[in-house]
């Protein structure tokens, strides 16, 4: 195995943006390890792709305990990496991971109780061979668990020294309220919210959940920026085989109707007048105004990290792109993607 060398200008390649009020500065774009990184992939390609994330100044790695396709896989696979690709350079690196959905058989393994979210991150702590985590998230909010154990349970995590901050995942703006006002009063506040947010998902603008986290000064993570992998040029021609859509994982093929790519043609052309790829004004598109603090992306091979992490050299729309984009990206056709997801 050849030794990996981290580029010398890798910072001067990235922006860094203050994850709320908080001292901690998160990259534009950060790398989720969520497709692509299980025992279904090749260990060499997960390499290069870790490798490629760090050269261009992303240093935020974004796991959860179920991503793999086996649950662990992903958590083991980055550990093994950090042993090697990145020893030594674990300071120089934000780790985060989450805990909510099923785990393990049995009535612990899932959602939001004290025992399941210690015992998660426990588990995802040694699986990754690491003393602690950046960021511990609540993966979902649980509707059947008191809010107070949830949270409860983020503080212990934290007080304990297995993570330095928490955050939530997926909650409305009203639960999201209560989280981070308890949090407060416990001492331990809420760092980031990571919600689903794409130009096809808008669900964090109607719910005022971008506002709230401006109010209550709370980061925020958006994932799927490139809805599955919709808002890329993949399929411009058609559904190429072993794509996501045709592997049943996160995207479904008849979200990818005759008219719904011609509006994703339409996209791509806005994006060639701004001179970037489509990848790229998505990305741009939900970091603009610094509403987010930085847009999660996934990755299958390298060059995708590469030109993803180049939306940041243009990150300003005119009104008039913006209601081009509506145009589009709001029409019945396309927008069924954003009705199906999960908020």
């Given amino acids: 195995m050849s030794r990996y060398i981290p580029a010398d200008d890798r910072y001067q390649k990235m922006k860094y943006r203050r994850c709320g009020q908080s001292g901690l500065l998160l990259p534009a774009v950060s790398l989720g390890l969520w497709h692509n990184f299980g025992d279904d992939t090749s260990h060499q390609n997960k390499r290069e792709i870790c490798q490629t994330a760090f050269d261009n100044g992303i240093t935020h790695f974004d796991l959860a305990n179920n991503y793999g396709p086996e649950p662990g896989s992903a958590e083991r696979a980055f550990g093994q990496i950090l042993k090697t690709d990145f020893l030594g350079l674990r300071d120089e690196l934000v780790i985060s991971t989450k805990a909510g959905y099923h785990m393990w058989d049995g009535p612990y393994g899932e959602w939001g109780s004290r025992k399941y979210l210690i015992s998660s991150c426990d588990q995802s702590l040694k699986r990754m061979e690491i003393d602690y985590v950046d960021i511990f998230y609540s993966h979902r909010f649980d509707p059947n668990t008191p809010l107070e154990e949830t949270m409860g349970a983020l503080d212990h995590i934290v007080k304990s020294g297995r993570a330095l901050y928490v955050g939530i995942s997926s909650y409305n703006s009203e639960c999201t309220r209560k989280a981070v006002e308890i949090l407060n009063d416990l001492g331990t506040p809420c760092l980031i919210h990571q919600p689903s947010y794409s130009m096809l998902n808008r669900w964090v603008e109607t719910d005022g959940l971008k ?16 809805a599955q992998g919709m808002l890329t040029t993949k399929y ?58 930085t847009a999660l992306i996934g990755a299958s091979k390298a060059s995708q990290v590469l030109d993803c992490a180049g939306a940041i050299h243009h990150l300003d729309f005119t009104q008039q792109e913006l209601d081009e984009i509506d145009l589009y990206a709001q029409d019945e056709a396309i927008n069924l993607w954003a009705k199906s997801s999960q908020t």
């Fill in 211 to 226: 506002e709230t986290l401006k109010e209550l000064g709370v980061g925020s993570i958006a994932f799927s920026p490139l």
């Fill in 236 to 293: 411009l021609n058609g559904i190429p085989e072993g794509s996501r859509a045709t592997q049943g994982k996160s995207l479904q093929q008849n979200m990818l109707t005759e008219n719904a790519i011609e509006k994703i043609k339409a996209l791509n052309n806005i994006a060639q007048r701004r001179g970037q790829t489509l990848a790229q004004m998505a990305i741009s598109w939900v970091l603009r105004n610094e509403g987010i603090t």
